[in-house]
């Protein structure tokens, strides 16, 4: 049962909205090599997506401008980074880390660990997803803690935080797999994990969650 009664994803709307929606449901754009330029679905959000043979740039620039950057005939050209940081330079704006983009389903059903709801503000742990998400929930377990928040183009994105004390343990894979539970049975449940944490990785194929691409954001630079 979810835990986030009337958050459904579908009331999203916008290009890159509409784009998140088909990937989660299995269709992908087409993997022709092309570079599809959209605009930001928001102030907050602006970075690169990568799917096989097929990226998408959603940033507040001139098209034709994002195009002269890119490098002929390379697949990755929208995701290596000189490209990025000349897109940043010209924007005004900051990098992240390229993150493995993945995704899954809300399902019915208890979580297999007990979680307790706790304020977001004033957790120190829990601040940071205030500035990249909307409408941020969030709940802990001994050793642990889950956070839910609309992210990119207003789809609910998932990130975990586990104690060292409690690590290699499965509570990283409980955690990420009750996400699963905390919103209507269906709706798509994103999370971006980087590729270097193996055991995050781990923890959230295990869960059931499926790589769909990369992504980068371009921040709002502070």
Known sequence: MS???????????????????????????????????LPQPSPRDAGVLAFTAHSV??????PAWVRGLLPPDDLAGPTLPWFVQ??????????????????AEARSGPAAIVLDQVPVRGHPRLERALSVRDDVRAWQAPGGVLTLGR??????????????????????RKLVAAARTLLPEGTP????????????????????????????QFLAAP
């Open 86 to 103: 000349a897109v940043c330079a010209g924007t005004g704006r900051q990098a992240t880390s390229t993150d493995m983009l993945c995704v």
């Open 3 to 37: 835990d986030i009664p009337g958050a459904p994803g579908s009331t999203l709307s916008g290009a890159l909205a509409v784009l998140l929606h088909d990937v989660a449901a299995g269709r992908y754009p087409p993997a022709d090599g092309s570079v599809t330029i």
């Open 57 to 62: 740039v959603f940033v507040d620039a001139d």
């Open 189 to 216: 449940i994103w999370a971006q994990i980087t590729p270097g944490n193996a055991a995050s990785v781990r923890a959230f194929l295990a869960a059931g969650y499926r790589p769909v691409g990369s992504e980068v």
């Open 151 to 172: 992210g990119v183009a207003g789809r609910w994105e998932v990130a975990v935080e586990v104690d060292p004390g409690y690590r290699d343990q499965g509570l990283g």
